[in-house]
């Protein structure tokens, strides 16, 4: 088991890791809006989503994996009428690429965050992109 931790990501803001890379996969903890420097975006559904998607780009980049490497994600969202908005920003992340998911409608996220996003990917995948 390895332990994947990054910079460029918001650090953990209770006992857990950003990442663990075990028997062959990389599981991501879920990530908020959250800027490197600990400050929440703020701003609406659709920039939270888009720190939320920079956060896991660079988890994943931490444990040399892409977003073309994962293969099942979670959505949490705090209003369901975010789902159109949030599928826009999350389609933009993963292009073409299309893993298995979940979308889960919450009463709360930490920090009052909006949406929440975590994943699963395939560790040191091999194929071009």
Known sequence: MKFISTKEAPQAIG??????????????SGQIALKPDGSMET?????QT???MKNLFYVLEAASAHFNDVIKTTIYLADMNDFDTVNKVYAHYFGT??????????????????VEVECIAIAGADYNY
């Open 15 to 28: 006992p857990y890791s950003q990442a663990i890379e075990a028997n062959g996969l990389i599981y991501t």
């Open 43 to 47: 701003r609406g559904v659709e920039e």
């Open 97 to 114: 690429h299309k893993p298995a998911r979940s979308t889960i409608a919450v009463k709360t996220l930490p920090k009052n965050a909006l």
């Open 50 to 52: 888009h720190q939320v």
